[in-house]
Each structure stands twice: as structure tokens, then as C-alpha cells.
Nanobody, 123 residues
């Protein structure tokens, strides 16, 4: 497994932007499928975005498409989520996740998880 540490969460007004980062402990992280999920109390963890290797194809949930951008910096073993045009309904704990192979958007398909970072969007 890979150790993952998220950062960059916080409080932002609706319409604002935030960038989340996820630092990984292993160099082989660059070849892993990587994703962002979010969760609010009482609800299931929800897929947000994923990026693959090689070629960096990306996938987004319909709720964030065209507002969020997932990217990575292999030299820094870091995954990012640039969030723009934030809405109050984006409020959640955001988690990064990784797996050697991408098997779909279900959280159960990702084997390594960070501790999460809170994002709160005020109206």
C-alpha cells in the first residue's frame, strides 16, 4: 500500500476556488490509478475524479465535471484536485485514493486512502 496525505482543504465562499494536494510515500505512485472521493456525514463515499497511467486519461463525476480538474506531478509524487466555481453542495471531507490497477469508480476498488481534508463552501 501507499501512504497518502491530503492537504489544502478549508473554508471558501460559493464561487471560489481551492486546490487540494495529496502527497504519496512511494515513487511507484506515479504508475498507480489515483482518485479523489468525498463524503458527508450519513452518506456513502462518492467518486469525484480519477486519473490513470499511462497517458493520464481522466474521469469525473457529472456533478463536478467542467468545474474540477484532477492532475498529478510525478516528480513530486503528488496528486492534485483544482476545484473552481465551488457550491455549498461541494462541502464534504475529500479523500485521495490509489490502486495499482483501475477497476472502476467504486471506493472498494481503491486500496490506499488518505485521512481526508475538510472542504466547506459557504453560501
Amino acid at each position: 500500500q501507499v501512504q497518502l496525505v491530503e492537504s489544502g482543504g478549508g473554508l471558501v465562499q460559493a464561487g471560489g476556488s481551492l486546490r487540494l494536494s495529496c502527497a504519496a510515500s512511494r515513487r511507484t505512485f506515479s504508475t498507480y490509478a489515483k482518485g479523489w472521493f468525498r463524503q458527508v456525514p450519513g452518506k456513502e463515499r462518492e467518486f469525484v475524479a480519477a486519473i490513470m497511467w499511462p497517458g493520464s486519461p481522466t474521469y469525473y463525476s457529472d456533478s463536478v465535471k467542467d468545474r474540477f480538474t484532477i492532475s498529478r506531478d510525478n516528480a513530486k509524487n503528488t496528486l492534485y484536485l483544482q476545484m473552481s466555481s465551488l457550491k455549498p453542495e461541494d462541502t464534504a471531507v475529500y479523500y485521495c485514493a490509489a490502486s495499482p490497477v483501475y477497476n472502476g469508480r467504486s471506493p472498494g476498488n481503491f486500496e490506499s486512502w488518505g485521512q481526508g481534508t475538510q472542504v466547506t463552501v459557504s453560501s
